[in-house]
């Protein structure tokens, strides 16, 4: 199973940027590499999803605002944040699919198999 680890979390302010990273053991064969978001007493939420092709989606709470990347010869997905805002705040986290024949629904964090640990972002209003 893929290992992946965050980093790049902190605190900012309303119109900052941040940039996220994802480490994994390897992600050349996941469909899918995305970040989720999970706030205090909210569900885990979609936030990114790049897949193997290079294909890139989002929610619209994010688009425009952030960009994922990946960098397949350092195993590494990155997650550029600009203009955050405090509804940003949360705990987030990077995921891989697992190798499947099917192509799984980039956007629901059950399709995900492989987690990492989480790194917090907090925006100050």
């Known amino acids: 199973q893929v290992q992946l680890v965050e980093s790049g979390g902190g605190l900012v302010q309303a119109g900052g940027s941040l940039r996220l990273s994802c480490v994994a053991s390897?992600?050349?064969?996941?469909?899918?590499v995305g970040w989720f978001r999970q706030a205090p007493g909210k569900e885990r939420e979609f936030v990114a999803a790049?897949?193997?092709?290079?294909?890139?989606y989002y929610p619209d709470s994010v688009k425009g605002r952030f960009t994922i990347s990946r960098d397949n010869a350092k195993n590494t997905v990155y997650l550029q944040m600009n203009n955050l805002k405090p509804e940003d705040t949360a705990v987030y986290y990077c995921a891989a699919t697992p190798i499947s024949g099917r192509l799984p629904n980039y956007s629901d964090p059950n399709e995900y198999d492989a987690w990492g640990q989480g790194t917090q972002v907090f925006v100050s209003s």
């Open positions: 390897s992600i050349i064969f996941s469909t899918y």
């Open positions: 790049i897949r193997r092709s290079g294909s890139t």
